[in-house]
């Protein structure tokens, strides 16, 4: 199924081209994120880490209003888009995509309350988005500082079980899956 030949929302039968962009840039952002503070915890202070912890904020903030895009786009297009299926499996992956869609949402927005009530300005690509608080806001650096971190992690195990179901649903169920969101044609649609 070429990009031009699909639709611009979503269908029963396919994810949209708006979907697949928002999907798909949202992947490769969180590789970056991930990948820059798994390099972190192997590597210590070293150039290579601090060339991705460096674009830590400005890449959260893109992927922030990335997200909040892609909720407001899953829910304009609610109707529309493939159905999971019945039963237990069904409920399944409805519940793990709210999972995903919580927690994807969760995670930037911690961050977002750290960097509110914090004593550094927050301004990521330079243009300063909050003020310095000071005295810092105690509570609200405190919290971002708890669950920021913490989140993001139980977001990659949900991405990892992700992964992983996409994995199940192409070598044993042979249902197409991956074809409605990466958008290959599979035979028979």
Known sequence: ?????????????AYGRVSRLLHWSIAALMLWQFLGMGLRLLLGRQPVVSFFVGWHQPVGTVLFVLIALRLAWALANRGNRPDHGRGLGGR??????????????????????????????????????????????????????????????????????????????????????????????????
């Open 1 to 13: 199924m070429a990009l031009q030949s699909l639709p611009l929302r979503d269908t029963d039968q």
């Open 92 to 189: 399944a992956a409805r519940l793990g995509h709210l999972a995903l869609y919580l927690v994807m949402a969760a995670v930037p927005a911690a961050a977002l309350l750290r960097a509110y009530g914090g004593e550094r300005a927050f301004a990521p690509f330079g243009f300063q988005l909050f003020p310095a608080q000071t005295p810092p806001v105690g509570w609200m650096v405190g919290l971002g500082d708890a669950l920021h971190g913490e989140m993001a992690w139980l977001l990659l195990l949900l991405i990892l079980g992700h992964v992983v179901m996409v994995g199940v649903h192409e070598s044993m169920w042979r249902d197409g899956t991956l074809a409605r969101m990466a958008g290959r044609r599979r035979a028979g649609l």
